[in-house]
């Protein structure tokens, strides 16, 4: 629960905003994260010392569901001569460290993130005779903060998040997300870390699609030339009603010259999706299949779960092409750190103290496998191929429903432990398939229908027996059943 109150006005747990007008005991009191926060805040609002805020009730860290502290609604004029439309400001405070107590978030050092190094932003267009600020933005913060701290994977610049309902339980066509950098918050250095701003930004579904087969970063420099799609600060209008393809249909050229150019940046999703070792009967006790009848199933080892995690975290960041990182990553005060990127994709590190998979579980050659999608996750299979396989990359499915994984490569990825001579093997519950050129060309003609999945009736099968490979498309109902 939250409620709404003027940032200054007195609470159980929070002091007045600091500034000039604060007395300065409680400015010795004020928790030192905080503090810098809203001295950003200060500096780009410095007339609105107390704005509204939507605060817990009951702080994360005396068991309350929701991870923000608080979150700031500030009245942005815009700047009608760049238009840029008047609109609310909303800043979260929660994900980076705003105690330095160790009661959220484990202190790192100075120089390094503040908590999970990043607080969440939201540019919404103001309506005419609007008086204050909506509160629902809060909440969807509050939901993204919710699966930053169940997850613990954070975001960055170009990040998708599939949300599949109108933001503000309307009847919007605004129902995803991309992230951006704040335009206007400067990157803060905390006592307890640096601290950087991304922006949520509102986009419809074709939008969102178009970032998945290209890149995050591309459509949303397409939306910052398209005033009432985003403009320059990329401000969601929940009543805009068209896509920035249909405003303008020559930008959809422009996204197929960069997805036929650049292929897909997006390594990764958290999908609904299992497998089957067909290669083996069920009653086999050794049986590493991730779907066990009867029986608990195999864990992902931790090395290998924090491989996976940082090819989802990282898979959109710009300028670098997507590099699986190693199992056991060298880290620089809580930051991964790439090396340069080389002329292929890479599964393993170059460096020597990296632990490679076939020394920490026996890796399984399958002679052949079923894999299991929901039909949002079969949908980006021919993303998977084209945009990523073609263009001699790998990509990732991670369930959210189980303790499993499937990452497909190209020949031109290095460090798999799937090789041309075994195309299927098993890393306890982590699946790796290779694919020759060849025959993804073959699948990708076999499954077109997956690119218009509203065509055709769940549940759907796809089979290509020479190759022992067997792809079903199943209603989500199948995996959230117990035994997935």
Not at 159 to 181: A, C, F, G, K, Y
Not at 375 to 390: D, F, T, W
Request: aromatic share 8%; with cysteine.
């Amino acid at each position: 629960m939250a409620e709404l109150r003027p940032s200054g006005a007195p609470g159980p747990t929070a002091p007045p905003a600091p500034g000039p007008t604060a007395p300065p005991a409680f400015a010795s009191l004020f928790p030192p994260g905080l503090h810098a926060i809203y001295g950003e805040c200060r500096r780009l609002y410095p007339d609105q010392p107390n704005p509204l805020q939507v605060t817990a009730i009951v702080k994360y860290w005396l068991g309350g569901p929701d991870p923000l502290d608080y979150v700031s609604m500030y009245r942005n004029m815009g700047s009608p001569s760049a238009n840029i439309p008047e609109h609310w400001h909303y800043i979260s405070f929660g994900l980076s460290d705003l105690y330095g107590d160790s009661r959220v978030h484990e202190f790192t050092g100075t120089d390094g993130p503040s908590g999970f190094g990043f607080e969440l932003t939201f540019r919404l267009k103001r309506e005419t005779g609007e008086s204050a600020p909506p509160t629902w933005p809060a909440e969807l913060m509050q939901g993204l903060a919710r699966y930053v701290f169940q997850s613990e994977n954070t975001f960055c610049s170009g990040d998708h998040v599939s949300w599949h309902s109108p933001l503000d339980n309307s009847e919007s066509r605004i129902q995803h997300m991309l992230l951006t950098e704040d335009p206007q918050m400067q990157p803060v250095q905390t006592p307890f870390g640096v601290v950087t701003f991304l922006q949520i930004v509102g986009v419809c579904t074709e939008e969102l699609h178009a970032a998945q087969q290209w890149n995050g970063q591309g459509i949303l420099e397409l939306l910052r030339t398209v005033p009432i799609a985003g403009g320059p600060w990329l401000i969601t209008d929940m009543r805009r009603g068209e896509t920035i393809f249909e405003i303008d249909p020559h930008l959809q050229e422009r996204v197929d010259k960069g997805i036929e150019t650049d292929g897909s940046n997006l390594s990764g999703v958290s999908a609904k999706c299992a497998w089957d070792d067909l290669s083996r009967p069920p009653e086999d006790d050794e049986d590493s299949r991730s779907i066990c009848i009867g029986t608990q199933p195999r864990r992902l080892s931790g090395k290998d779960t924090e491989q996976i995690r940082e090819t989802l975290r990282r898979g959109l960041e710009i300028n670098s092409k997507p590099i699986l990182p190693p199992i056991n990553p060298q880290r620089q005060n809580g930051l991964t750190h790439d090396r340069a990127p080389s002329r292929k994709d890479s599964l393993e590190s170059d460096s020597s103290t990296a632990i490679v998979p076939h020394e920490l579980i026996r890796t399984r050659q399958l002679e052949s496998v079923h894999l299991k999608f929901n039909q949002e996750s079969g949908a980006l299979i021919p993303l998977c191929l084209r945009g990523r396989l073609l263009h001699g990359r790998h990509f990732t499915y991670k369930s959210i429903t189980g303790d499993m994984a499937i990452t497909f490569v190209s020949t031109g990825v290095e460090g798999a432990f799937a090789t041309e001579e075994h195309p299927y093997a098993a890393h306890g519950p982590w699946l790796q398939i290779l694919l020759t050129e060849e025959f993804v060309e073959k699948m990708l003609e076999d499954l077109e229908d997956l690119t218009s999945p509203e065509e055709f009736k769940l549940p759907k099968e796809y089979s290509w027996p020479e190759k022992k490979l067997k792809v079903s498309i199943l209603p989500d109902m199948v995996f959230d059943s117990p035994l997935h």
